[in-house]
Protein backbone atom coordinates (compact mmCIF):
# COMPACT_ATOMS: atom_id res chain seq x y z
CA UNK A 1 0.00 0.00 0.00
CA UNK A 2 1.74 3.43 -1.10
CA UNK A 3 1.37 6.55 0.97
CA UNK A 4 -1.16 8.42 -0.44
CA UNK A 5 -3.76 5.28 -0.10
CA UNK A 6 -2.54 4.50 3.66
CA UNK A 7 -3.32 8.46 4.40
CA UNK A 8 -7.01 8.22 2.37
CA UNK A 9 -7.29 4.76 4.76
CA UNK A 10 -6.94 7.17 7.95
CA UNK A 11 -9.01 9.22 6.76
CA UNK A 12 -11.56 6.57 6.24
CA UNK A 13 -11.31 5.81 9.76
CA UNK A 14 -11.88 8.87 11.08
CA UNK A 15 -14.92 9.48 9.17
CA UNK A 16 -16.39 6.32 10.44
CA UNK A 17 -15.07 6.78 14.06
CA UNK A 18 -17.05 10.53 13.51
CA UNK A 19 -20.15 8.61 12.52
CA UNK A 20 -20.59 5.69 14.78
CA UNK A 21 -20.05 8.90 17.71
CA UNK A 22 -23.36 10.53 16.20
CA UNK A 23 -25.07 7.35 16.35
CA UNK A 24 -23.54 6.69 20.22
CA UNK A 25 -25.14 10.65 21.23
CA UNK A 26 -27.91 9.72 19.52
CA UNK A 27 -28.41 6.35 21.73
CA UNK A 28 -27.69 8.57 25.00
CA UNK A 29 -29.72 11.15 24.30
CA UNK A 30 -26.87 14.25 23.73
CA UNK A 31 -27.67 16.67 21.49
CA UNK A 32 -24.41 18.53 22.18
CA UNK A 33 -22.95 15.46 21.01
CA UNK A 34 -24.62 14.47 17.96
CA UNK A 35 -24.05 18.55 16.56
CA UNK A 36 -20.01 17.39 17.48
CA UNK A 37 -20.29 14.43 15.45
CA UNK A 38 -21.83 16.24 12.58
CA UNK A 39 -19.48 18.95 12.41
CA UNK A 40 -16.47 16.49 12.72
CA UNK A 41 -18.14 14.60 10.13
CA UNK A 42 -18.21 17.45 7.96
CA UNK A 43 -14.51 18.39 8.67
CA UNK A 44 -13.44 14.82 8.30
CA UNK A 45 -14.81 14.53 4.59
CA UNK A 46 -13.49 17.98 3.84
CA UNK A 47 -10.24 17.40 4.61
CA UNK A 48 -10.03 14.02 3.29
CA UNK A 49 -11.26 15.70 -0.20
CA UNK A 50 -8.77 18.31 -0.09
CA UNK A 51 -5.97 15.61 0.70
CA UNK A 52 -7.55 13.22 -2.21
CA UNK A 53 -7.01 16.45 -4.55
CA UNK A 54 -3.46 17.59 -3.70
CA UNK A 55 -2.46 13.40 -3.61
CA UNK A 56 -3.53 13.12 -7.09
CA UNK A 57 -2.13 15.93 -8.63
CA UNK A 58 1.27 15.05 -6.38
CA UNK A 59 0.59 11.23 -8.75
CA UNK A 60 0.18 9.11 -5.31
CA UNK A 61 -3.40 7.71 -5.56
Do not use: D, H, P
Amino acid sequence: MNRGKFVMAIYALAAVLAMCSIGYSVAASNIIGVIAGIVATCVIFMTAFKMKRKLREQGLL
